[in-house]
């Protein structure tokens, strides 16, 4: 009997953990383009996709950046990106796109499929893919980033000092919230083991 339970318990666990991970990119509506948005990110670019490496869980594309919003960069970057799963994203050369990077763990420039990031294209009304539903088109974006954030120079380094690679520790504060998080997830599942394996 303590192995059908254990059976079943297991069963529940795994369509628990397939439940949760079909949803893994539902990605919230993308607000309107405002200051405080743009400002979430720390690059915010337009530029053109020179390379894209070969996949390998997560992907870079080697990007002739065109007008640099937001952050700071060489005229040339990489921007990191996940190119299997539900979340994946496709990067073609010759693309241009808007960027809206975050900072990996490691400082480097990674882009989500949840972010206002697109590609142009050449009619927005009729090609759905990474277009973001807004009242701006690809160029009018482009022309209000340019009008209310403004754009910034290159950096002339050969490699981006902003953006190498660091260890960072997380702070004490931070520390805390995730051993107390996994110490309850470890009860929680102690309760739950003994309280459906007795």
């Known amino acids: 009997m303590k192995t059908k339970a254990k059976h079943t318990f297991l069963v529940f666990i795994l369509t628990v953990l397939c439940f949760v991970n079909s949803f893994a990119c539902d990605c919230p509506a993308v607000p309107k383009l405002d200051a405080g948005y743009v400002k979430e990110h720390k690059l915010v670019f337009r530029g053109s996709v020179k390379t894209v490496s070969e996949c390998n ?4 594309a080697h990007f002739l950046v065109q007008e640099l919003y937001l952050g700071t960069s060489t005229s040339e970057i990489d921007v990191y990106f996940d190119c299997t799963g539900d979340c994946k994203m496709i990067f073609n050369p010759g693309e241009t796109w808007i960027i809206y990077a975050s900072l990996a763990q490691v400082g480097k420039p990674k882009v ?3 972010s206002r990031s697109r ?3 050449d009619n927005e009304m009729k090609l759905a893919t ?6 701006l088109n690809f160029n009018e974006e482009c022309l209000w980033l340019r009008d209310n954030i403004g754009t910034k120079e290159f950096i002339e380094k050969n490699e981006n000092s902003d953006l190498q690679h660091r260890n960072e520790l997380p ?6 919230i ?6 309850a997830g470890l009860l929680l599942v102690y309760f739950l083991i003994n309280k459906f394996l007795k």
């Open 57 to 60: 869980e997560i992907n870079k």
């Open 178 to 183: 995730l051993i107390a998080s996994s110490f």
């Open 171 to 176: 702070s004490k504060s931070s520390s805390l």
């Open 112 to 114: 989500s499929i949840c």
């Open 130 to 135: 990474n277009f973001i539903a807004s009242d």
């Open 119 to 121: 590609k142009l294209v």
